[in-house]
């Protein structure tokens, strides 16, 4: 008798044969029982729906700075910068992010708008800080 050919093992261990290829294609052809399908774990939600993925190019001196801060505060970048940026826009001024560019700015607005775009740049200034730490 002829040993069965070997196609490896699964990542579980099991050795995978002819016979057991023949099986999943037979399972396969009847279809799956979706009820019975076990969901895997993946990433965590983020707020009510699907996280984006944003990519950003950092200058080589701000990505070593983000990096120790994640490393420092132990945990990862990705964290660091979505902090950095909540705080970013808490520091900004609600009406601003209603303005439109084809707007005019009314001059009764200036001076709000202008305190305003300072505590922006403060925040901004604040969060750049924290990251070189």
Do not use: F
């Amino acid at each position: 008798m002829t040993a069965e050919k070997s196609y490896g093992r699964t990542p579980s261990g099991v050795e995978t044969t002819e016979e057991c290829i023949e099986k999943a294609v037979a399972e396969a052809e009847a279809g799956y029982d979706i009820s019975k399908l076990q969901r895997r774990p993946g990433r965590p939600s983020m707020g009510d729906g699907p996280a984006a993925v944003l990519p950003v190019r950092l200058d080589p001196e701000l990505r070593r700075a983000l990096d120790a801060r994640a490393e420092a505060e132990e945990t990862t970048v990705s964290a660091v910068v979505r902090d950095a940026l909540r705080e970013y826009l808490r520091a900004g001024c609600p009406a601003m992010s209603e303005h439109t560019d084809d707007e005019p700015t009314a001059p009764e607005h200036a001076e709000p708008i202008a305190a305003a775009a300072a505590r922006v740049l403060a925040a901004h200034k604040e969060a750049l800080h924290r990251l070189s730490k």
